[in-house]
């Protein structure tokens, strides 16, 4: 086996860094992206870009929101307002979030 995509230590060099991940989140058509679509965009499976969303999620990059039986979609953290305005003018977020959040209103 050769050893020229290992990195100093032995281990094997990531191929795609945490940086190429949240590019292609915030270059995905809507506001949020699955492992799927990553893995059409970025040079790895879906496996391990799911595992790299995880650690991403971990360290506050991304989140993430179960949309149906086994699907997740993960989107930038991100305190900006150009975020916001991303997210709240997409139509298709905006139904899914009417329909998932209950109604606070009181009567």
Known sequence: MSNDK?????????????????????QAPGPVATAAELADILPIGRRAIRERLLDLEERDKVARKTVGA???????IRNDATAMIRLISDPVLEHSLAVTLPNRSRR
């Open 70 to 76: 086994r699907s997740v979609v993960w989107w930038l």
């Open 6 to 26: 290992r990195d100093d230590s032995g281990r094997f060099a990531a191929s795609v860094d945490d940086t190429d991940i949240l590019e292609a989140i915030d």
